[in-house]
């Protein structure tokens, strides 16, 4: 009973209640006709297409840095990465790796620019985040009216200016990881293995970096920056380096996300691209000052979840498509949870 | 008294000061439509036929004329209204008839018969509510469909 | 020379905003009569939402990013009031007396959850927007017209129920301004708007000098020292928050009777945003703001708002390019302020902790 009990304190009652929602969907999916196998797959898919978007906020939270608000600038790099890659012309896996290399490097340099910038701000960085991300984001509208992009599949025809608002990349590399090595089990399953292994890979990566001793020396500065300073440890370096490393993957996540979706979304569309990923990260357990891989893949699994559950299922149960505000609900009913929870709690 | 006490009634009385501000400020400020009807009307078997061109004004607005079969659309605030009738001339000959139209609260539209208002006909008669004729069912498939992307702002 | 430097580093912020429209206005070529016009009509339509922000900022609770809560109250007073069909100046009365309970429940709510997230008030102020937002959304959209009876068929979307996107408020329109009507070499006045924000003005002038506003001010100086001091720290930080609220209420209410349209589902995020953009080009920073802040600010930031899209069009053939400048300089004058805050914040502290380590070692 007693073990129960620590088991669901553990758990945390916000989540616990998500997922006897989600659990509760997914049940009630094959009375209202909806397809279970479809949904899992669909499910499955999103999970893949944001993991690694989620994933780039736990070197942060690690390091004490809070939640990343400021994602939508490592997503920027991402969008610069995979317009240049087609402006070069590169089609295939070849495309795709040129759109990450590039990204990377973007990435890079936003991070160190940004991660300077917080080590200046610290007690304030989640606000200072959300506007530097926003601010950002409108500074690349201009950027993308104005750069001098040639490609015909990315800018307007006649009569217009700039690149456009969303492009396809389609015959460039549409799905290249969804694709590789994927499995049909069934009519409507479809295993996207190769995003899984990507995302899988990318997980690897940060869990072998903090078994790393910069990766200790980054969780030692954010769960106790004084006891780490004594230690030897370069507390404003560790941060400086967690942003970078969360910006690089913000980066790939948004490719990872692109190449799936068959989209390239511009100009406002980085602009709330922060808060499902922080929700998603909350929801798994997280807190303001802690997160792990777990908190990542079973955040993700949910949030996801009962993203791609609610249109089919409510909407077929009350004749209403009540998404969009369950979303809003639910992704910001849970940061809220995680800001008001009192420190000794968050522990 | 008590202290506590007092400040309780102070607050209630408040509250119900407050509550009756809002009802008399929704009374004064309710909006109507009238349609001013210069039609024949029949009231209890009688025949009012409706005389020829009359001058009708509202709470000592500027008159307008309205021929026979005529109706005049009005916007009115509050519930009650002088309205004022005068006949140049007709079988009746010229006279000059002005009575008070009050106005129930849930009424959106109402139509004023100005023959039965002439004949000095009770309020009831004059004063008739209107309601648009409902709209043409839409098909319950078409309903559904409309989704909150339309509505919502896009983000 | 030393007090007109320090004069001048104090007002960096106004002065570098006004340059830069002193820049854009000929550039846009605006007649400057039809920009006096808007500029006077613009400070009626928004003072009173930016002035909703000053007591949080008293009471040491930085920005109220949570105003929209009360922006969100005063739309639905003005949804009922537009339903019930009361008009004038009695609807507008009766719209702001509906509102103002919820507005008062959530500014309660808000209060209370600020201070379970002390510290970190902004951002968390932020969030319950957005949360509240969802509410409002679970109410307008799905609420009214079912459970909520809607009069008015015109108000509700085709479905049947959930309130239509644009509302015009044709009933209450500019009832306020054109109260007391006022020409005076073809520019139209709004008198009695300008005399509610006066008196709002003076409201908080004489509000700072009550015994709650001294308490809020020692609140935001020091929590230790005022809850030393016997000020009941919580309580009188809710109630910095249930008044902002409600004014933010009020003011939303004054902005939309201008306007006369009501976007069901997205003015109230413009006005949280736009009100302390505002209050901040004016020149106010997280722990201080003024009455003049606000006017100056308003005035900077409409300025800005009108003349920049056209400016960007004359500068580089493109209005759109203006409208993202504008957009990015309101997102970056939020940011800048937040980091020259914190910046403060954080060399204050060393200097504190370098102090402590005893004389002769740092400084």
């Given at each position: 009973m007693s073990g129960a009990r620590r088991l669901l304190a553990e758990f945390g009652l916000p989540r616990v209640i998500i997922a006897l929602f989600l659990l509760g969907l997914f049940a009630a999916a094959p009375l209202v006709g909806v397809s279970l196998a479809a949904s899992l797959s669909d499910t499955v898919v999103r999970f893949g297409m944001n993991g690694i978007l989620v994933l780039a906020l736990v070197p942060m939270i690690q390091s004490g840095c809070g939640l990343n608000f400021g994602l939508p600038l490592g997503v920027l790099a991402g969008l610069l990465g995979a317009t240049l890659s087609i402006e070069i012309g590169l089609t295939g896996p070849g495309g795709f790796a040129a759109a990450a290399g590039i990204s990377l490097g973007f990435a890079a340099l936003f991070g160190l620019g940004y991660g300077v910038l917080l080590n200046r701000v610290k007690g304030g960085e989640m606000m200072i985040a959300t506007y530097v991300g926003f601010a950002s984001v409108m500074f690349m509208c201009m950027a993308w009216l104005v750069l001098p992009y040639r490609s015909p599949t990315m800018i307007w025809g006649f009569g217009g200016e700039g690149l456009r608002t969303t492009i396809s990349v389609e015959g460039f590399w549409l799905r290249v990881l969804d694709d590789f090595l994927s499995v049909r089990i069934g009519e409507e399953f479809r295993f996207p293995t190769g995003l899984l292994l990507a995302f899988g890979a990318a997980a690897a990566l940060v869990w072998g970096f903090f078994r790393l001793r910069v990766g200790t020396a980054m969780t030692a500065a954010g769960q106790n920056p004084v006891y780490a300073r004594a230690a030897g440890v370069d507390v404003d370096r560790m941060r400086t380096l967690s942003v970078v490393l969360s910006t690089m993957l913000g980066a790939l996540g948004i490719l990872a996300f692109q190449q799936s979706f068959g989209f390239i979304q511009l100009y406002q569309g980085p602009f709330y691209m922060a808060f499902p990923a922080v929700a998603a990260i909350l929801i798994g357990g997280a807190s303001v000052s802690r997160a792990s891989l777990v908190h990542v893949l079973v955040g993700t699994f949910l949030f996801q979840g009962i993203l791609t559950m609610t249109p089919s299922v409510i909407n077929s149960v009350v004749k209403a498509d009540m998404s969009d505000v369950v979303r809003v609900i639910v992704s910001n009913g849970m940061i809220l949870y995680a800001l008001t929870r009192r420190p000794a709690e968050g522990r | 008294m008590s202290r506590t006490r007092r400040r309780a009634f102070l607050r209630a009385a408040l509250l119900a000061g407050a509550v009756v501000l809002g009802a008399w400020l929704a009374r004064t400020g309710r909006a109507h439509t009238l349609f001013l009807d210069n039609a024949a009307v029949t009231l209890g078997g009688q025949e009012h036929p409706a005389p020829g061109a009359v001058e009708v004004s509202l709470d000592g607005g500027k008159p307008e004329v309205l021929e026979q079969a005529e109706r005049a659309m009005r916007q009115v605030v509050g519930p009650v209204h002088r309205l004022a009738i005068e006949v140049r001339q007709g079988p009746g000959g010229p006279r000059r008839v002005e009575r008070e139209i009050r106005l129930p609260f849930g009424w959106d539209a109402a139509v004023v018969s100005l023959p039965a208002a002439l004949a000095g006909a009770p309020a009831g008669a004059v004063v008739t509510r209107w309601q648009p004729p409902p709209?043409?069912?839409?098909?319950a498939e078409q309903m559904i469909q409309q989704k909150d992307a339309d509505v919502l702002p896009q983000r | 020379m030393n007090r007109l430097r320090r004069l001048l580093a104090e007002n960096a912020v106004v002065l570098l905003f006004a340059a830069l429209i002193a820049a854009a206005i000929p550039l846009s070529g605006a007649p400057p009569l039809y920009l006096l016009q808007e500029v006077l009509t613009r400070l009626g339509r928004n003072a009173v939402l930016v002035l909703s922000l000053l007591l949080p900022v008293m009471a040491g609770m930085g920005l109220n990013f949570g105003m929209v809560l009360g922006a969100m109250a005063g739309q639905i007073g003005l949804i009922l009031v537009t339903d019930w069909a009361i008009v004038g100046l009695p609807g507008l009365t009766l719209a702001a007396m509906l509102a103002t309970p919820v507005a008062v429940l959530l500014g309660w709510l808000c209060g209370a959850v600020l201070n379970r997230a002390k510290g970190r008030e902004m951002v968390t102020g932020y969030i319950l927007g957005f949360f509240v937002n969802g509410l409002y959304q679970l109410v307008v959209l799905y609420a009214m017209g079912s459970l909520i009876p809607m009069l008015n068929p015109e108000l509700v979307l085709s479905r049947g129920y959930g309130v239509r996107n644009v509302i015009n408020l044709t009933g209450v329109r500019q009832v306020l301004d054109r109260l007391v009507p006022a020409r005076i070499g073809g520019i139209q006045l709004p008198v009695f708007t300008y005399a509610l924000i006066a008196a709002m003005c003076l409201f908080v002038v004489w509000f700072r000098r009550t015994k709650l506003g001294q308490d809020m001010r020692a609140v935001g100086q020091d929590r230790a020292v005022a809850d030393a001091a016997g000020i009941p720290v919580e309580r009188t930080r809710i109630l910095a928050i249930v008044l902002s609220t409600l004014l933010a209420c009020y003011g939303q209410i004054v902005f939309l009777q201008n306007l006369g349209t009501l976007n069901t589902y997205n003015s109230h995020e413009q006005a949280g945003m736009f009100s302390i953009a505002a209050l901040l080009i004016g020149g106010a920073s997280v722990t201080r703001a003024s009455i003049p802040n606000v006017l100056v600010g308003v005035v900077l930031f409409h300025l800005l708002f009108i003349v920049s899209p056209t400016a960007g069009k004359n500068l580089v053939g493109s209005a759109q390019l203006g409208e993202y400048f504008r957009q990015f300089v309101s997102y970056g004058v939020i940011a800048v302020a937040l980091v020259l805050y914190a910046w403060r914040k954080q060399a204050g502290e060393q200097q504190a902790r370098a102090a402590l380590r005893g004389p002769g070692v740092g400084t």
């Open positions: - | 709209p043409e069912d839409a098909p | -």
